[in-house]
């Protein structure tokens, strides 16, 4: 069973990091997949901030994160990751990780909750 | 960016009802949209890919077609397990772009 394990959300200050990570298991070949980040604010609807492909030579990105966000992986260790940093109120959300093939992206993790608040 | 505009934003039906959401793209992405299903508190649910294939595992009752600019989903046989937010995504290009959702109630 593909499993997708997201860790390190919190509570942050307005202008502080955190830096998530998500832990595939249950599948082969981590390093053959493009992974992705989706966030989802209370009440609101899906929105997809930042994407990586299989190598982690391309990387892409939203404009609501872009410079402040970093997109890499560890595909030694099954793991994506998302540095984020001057992190501001609107921030606040639940994070899903997402491992992406050729034609859909199937499987999420169950996501972890960052706060930005002082 | 691409704009996925979806329609309606809500709905109300009774079981068994015939339900169609549509999404419409501001430029042409030809079949690269899925279709996903969203309940309270969960992750996201993929039930349709590349426009009309359904994932495995999902109910037959539900569809999807289209391609280019014009996408829909279909529940033929509304059940009250249905109820849900359903979302399309383009991932035609970068940046990806969700529709802003459709919350199906049952009467």
């Known amino acids: 069973e593909v499993q997708l394990l997201e860790s390190g959300g919190g509570l942050v200050q307005p202008g502080g990091s955190l830096r998530l990570a998500c832990v595939g298991s249950?599948?082969?070949?981590?390093?053959?997949?493009?992974m992705n980040w989706v966030r989802q604010a209370p009440g609101k609807g899906l929105e997809w901030i930042s994407g990586?492909?299989?190598?982690?030579?391309?990387?892409y990105y939203a404009d609501s994160v872009r410079g402040r966000f970093t997109i890499s992986r560890d595909n030694s260790k099954s793991t994506l990751y998302l540095q984020m940093n001057s992190l501001r109120a609107e921030d606040t959300a639940v994070y899903y990780c997402?491992?992406?093939?050729?034609?859909?992206?199937?499987?999420w993790g169950q996501g972890t909750l960052v706060t930005v608040s002082s | 960016a691409i704009q996925m505009t979806q329609s309606p934003s809500s709905l109300s039906a009774s079981v068994g009802d015939r339900v169609t959401i549509s999404c419409r793209a501001s430029?042409?992405?030809?079949?690269?949209l899925g279709w996903y299903q969203q309940k309270p508190g969960k992750a996201p649910k993929l039930l349709i890919y590349?426009?009309?294939n359904l994932q495995s595992g999902v109910p037959s009752r539900f569809s999807g077609s289209g391609s280019g600019t014009y996408f829909t989903l279909t529940i033929s046989r509304l059940q009250p397990e249905d109820s849900a937010t359903y979302y399309c995504?383009?991932?035609?290009?970068?940046?990806?772009?969700f529709g802003q959702g459709t919350k199906v109630e049952i009467k």
């Open positions: 997402a491992k992406s093939d050729v034609y859909s992206t199937s499987d």
């Open positions: 249950g599948f082969t070949a981590f390093s053959s997949y493009g």
């Open positions: 990586i492909k299989s190598r982690g030579d391309s990387t």
């Open positions: 430029q042409a992405i030809r079949n690269d």
């Open positions: 590349a426009a009309s």
């Open positions: 995504l383009q991932d035609y290009n970068y940046p990806w772009t």
